[in-house]
Each structure stands twice: as structure tokens, then as C-alpha cells.
């Protein structure tokens, strides 16, 4: 069953994987924390070259400006080496300890508790508070998210809201009731909360973020096992299908048509060129040959040097199997015919197609399978290829694929029934080209 044996990786395997985006995702957010407190620390640094006194007078002289630049330069130090840090776990394939994780997270929000400390030094609690160090708390909320974590963007979220509360409420002359709003337990309860709920919410998108991750990793995984166990070639429209209709059986007996395609002297035309001449030109070949297939509805199952096994009617029913691979050989003579004008290195091809039930399904050991089809359908189609050089001729069928697409047998020239190796009787066979 496709939904049994898809996606081939294990558990442990897609863990590492959607770990190691996850420390992808870290390291982008303590970069990005770095990159906004470098620009705080250039916006100050602009102000003292362009207004020298605003700063100090802002501070009442009680805080120098330089105090400021050692608050910021050791955070930004801190958060580049915690990118680094990130960058080796990620090369090294490993995780950061759950306990780095937290400590991380509580070094990175008592940033702005420190400035609106040092603030509160020069003009008062009151006005520290209300100053733009409070707004870092959401910026460090905001990022989080990217850490992928609910429990870290909520813990986030709650060391903004205790520091700043305890921090008001150990400096300020609170009461539940007062004349001024700004000095009630109520105001600041208030502000906590809402950089306790902003928490919530990052964490909230961060795990769709990460969900969004594990679905994505997800489809890449069944998407490549649907092309390791499909061959080498397997055309977009017949993956987006067998992703479909995940649950398929694939293992059966059912009626395919099946192609073998070999380059006429292919070896002995490449004994005397370069191997990169060699390579290009079966590609070239191969990229003609594999595109009609595709628009045809075939798939190529396996490539055998210089030729490949293509199937019509598998893993799918196709009722117009014959015809399509009938065509699709037509197709490719004509089409090498047109490659050939002009070409120093002209190609032929040998085509052979037999229509008949054989066995489908996926071999192979347990670390590495394929879809093949397999009997006596796929033999008589090799044979029939093979015959091609004994006759002269680029494309023969038998006569269940003539009886099965008389439409497209209105040129086909009987050869009448010829010995072939391997079968006692011999073989009506029909020649296309």
C-alpha cells in the first residue's frame, strides 16, 4: 500500500530534520535581534554626533552616554554568539539543551528591565517606565515567534510582565486606589498582562509556524519516496496522483502496455568521444524521449544505459494505454528525426511494446525499493526490441497490442510469426517503422 510504505523515513529522521529548522529559525531571530539594537545603538550615536547636549540633558548629566553604549554592545555580542552558536549545533546536526533554551529567552527579555533601570537612575521611575526601553519588551515578544515553541514565547511573554510589574511596584508608590490612574496596582497589572496575552499569542503563531514546517518536510518526504520507488523519472501529474490516492494498492497483477527504447550503436559511437560529450548527448536524447512519455501518459520506469523501460497503464487503469504508447513511440521517431538534421552524432532508436497482464508492484531491500513491473509482458516487449536489428526496423509490436489499437495500425506491415529466444511457438509481430 502507497499510504503504508509512504513516506521512507523514520520517525527519529524527520524529528532531526524539523530540529534542525527549527535552530534555523533561532539563529534568524537572534540575528534579527542583533540588527535592532545595532540600529538602537546607531540612532543614539547619530543623536550625540548631530545634538551632543540633547542626550545628557535628557539624562540630567546623572547617566552617561557611554554607560548606554555598554548595555547595548554586551547584548549584541551576546546575541552573536548565540548565533553562533546556533550555526555550530546546526552543522553539527545536534540541539540546544531544553535549560539554554529558557536561560536564552530570560537573558535576552531583562534587556529592556536594565535600560528602564539605568533610566530610571537619570529621571525618575515614573517617566523610565513610560519611555520607549518598555516597547522592547514587544519587540522580544515579536521575535520569539521564531523560535517555534509555545512554552518559550509564553515564558517570554511572562518575564516581560513580571520584570516590568515588579519593577513598577517596587519603585512606584502604587495603591489599588489613587487620584492618578498611572499609580494604581490595576495600570500596571494591565500592562503585564498584555505582554503576558502577546506571549500567548507568539507562541500561538510560532506553532503554526512549525506545524507549517513539519507539513511541508512531510510532503517532501512522500514526495521523494514516491520518486525513489517510481524509478528515476516520474513526471509531476503521476506523483500529484499517487499523493492522492495515498492509500492505493501497488502490489497487484493488471493489464499494462509495455516500451523498451534502446540507441541503435550507441556504444560503439561513443568509444571514440570525450565522456562529457558522451553524457550530453544521451541527456539530450533522454530529455526528448522522457518529455513524450510524460505528455502521453506513460511513465519511464527505469533507465538501462542507453535505453529505458517505459509503462503505460500502471500504477493507474488506463484504457487508452496502447494507443498512447503506440503514439508516444511514433512521436519519438519523429521527433530524433527532426534532432538528427544537422547533428554530428545522428541517433536511432530500436522501440519494442507488448500489451498484457503482468505484476506491479514495489522490490528491493528495506532501505531501498522501486515500482517495477515484472512477467512474461515485460520479456516479449525486450525481445521485440532486440528484434529490430535482426529486421532492419525502428518499431515493432505484437499482435495484442495490433488487435488491441486497430485505429493506429492503418500502416503497420506484417512480419508474420517470427522465432524469438525464449518462446517455443513463434511470434506474430507487426512492424510500425
Request: charged share 15%; glycine share 6%.
Amino acid at each position: 500500500m502507497i499510504g503504508q510504505t509512504a513516506p521512507a523515513r523514520s520517525d527519529s529522521t524527520f524529528a532531526r530534520t524539523l530540529r534542525q529548522e527549527v535552530l534555523l529559525s533561532e539563529r534568524r531571530r537572534v540575528l534579527g535581534l542583533a540588527l535592532v539594537l545595532a540600529a538602537a545603538m546607531a540612532g543614539l550615536l547619530l543623536v550625540r554626533i548631530i545634538a551632543p547636549g540633547m542626550i545628557e540633558a535628557l539624562l540630567h548629566g546623572r547617566i552617561p552616554t557611554s554607560t548606554l553604549f555598554a548595555v547595548f554592545l554586551p547584548f549584541i555580542g551576546y546575541e552573536l554568539f548565540a548565533a553562533a552558536i546556533f550555526t555550530y549545533l546546526v552543522r553539527r546536526k545536534r540541539d540546544i539543551p531544553l535549560f539554554g533554551r529558557y536561560a536564552n529567552a530570560l537573558i535576552e527579555t531583562s534587556l529592556p528591565t536594565v535600560l528602564i533601570y539605568l533610566l530610571a537612575q537619570a529621571v525618575g521611575p515614573a517617566p523610565a517606565l513610560s519611555a520607549w526601553p518598555s516597547m522592547l519588551y514587544v519587540v522580544f515578544i515579536v521575535l520569539s515567534t521564531l523560535r517555534l515553541d509555545f512554552k518559550l514565547s509564553a515564558f517570554t511573554g511572562a518575564v516581560a510582565a513580571v520584570q516590568l510589574f515588579v519593577f513598577a511596584y517596587r519603585t512606584l508608590p502604587l495603591t489599588w486606589i489613587a487620584e492618578d490612574p498611572y499609580l494604581t496596582v490595576i495600570y500596571h497589572l494591565a500592562r503585564s498582562a498584555t505582554l503576558l496575552v502577546a506571549g500567548s499569542l507568539a507562541g500561538l503563531v510560532g506553532e503554526q509556524l512549525k506545524a507549517q514546517f513539519a507539513r511541508a518536510l512531510e510532503s517532501a518526504a512522500a514526495r521523494d519516496h514516491m520518486t525513489n520507488l517510481f524509478g528515476q523519472h516520474v513526471s509531476p501529474q503521476v506523483v500529484e496522483r499517487l499523493l492522492a490516492v495515498g492509500g492505493a494498492e501497488v502490489s497487484e497483477t493488471r493489464r499494462v502496455c509495455v516500451m523498451f527504447v534502446d540507441i541503435r550503436s550507441f556504444t560503439a559511437a561513443a568509444r571514440d568521444r570525450a565522456p562529457s560529450d558522451v553524457v550530453d548527448r544521451l541527456n539530450a536524447v533522454f530529455a526528448i524521449l522522457v518529455a513524450i512519455v510524460d505528455r502521453h501518459h506513460g511513465i519511464v520506469n527505469k533507465f538501462l544505459g542507453d535505453g529505458f523501460l517505459a509503462v503505460f497503464g500502471a500504477p493507474f487503469d488506463d484504457p487508452e494505454a496502447v494507443v498512447n504508447a503506440v503514439s508516444a513511440a511514433r512521436e519519438m521517431l519523429g521527433a530524433l528525426e527532426k534532432s538528427n538534421i544537422g547533428s554530428a552524432w545522428p541517433i536511432r532508436i530500436g522501440i519494442g511494446i507488448h500489451v498484457g497482464a503482468a505484476v506491479t508492484g514495489t522490490v528491493g531491500s528495506p532501505r531501498r525499493k522501486e515500482y517495477t513491473v515484472i512477467g512474461d509482458t515485460v520479456n516479449l516487449a525486450a525481445r521485440l526490441e532486440a528484434l529490430n536489428k535482426q529486421l532492419g526496423s525502428q518499431l515493432l509490436v505484437s499482435a495484442a497490442v495490433h488487435e488491441a489499437a486497430p485505429a493506429a495500425m492503418r500502416d503497420a506491415v506484417s512480419q508474420s510469426p517470427l522465432a524469438i529466444r525464449g518462446y517455443a511457438d513463434p511470434i506474430p509481430v507487426w512492424r510500425l517503422a
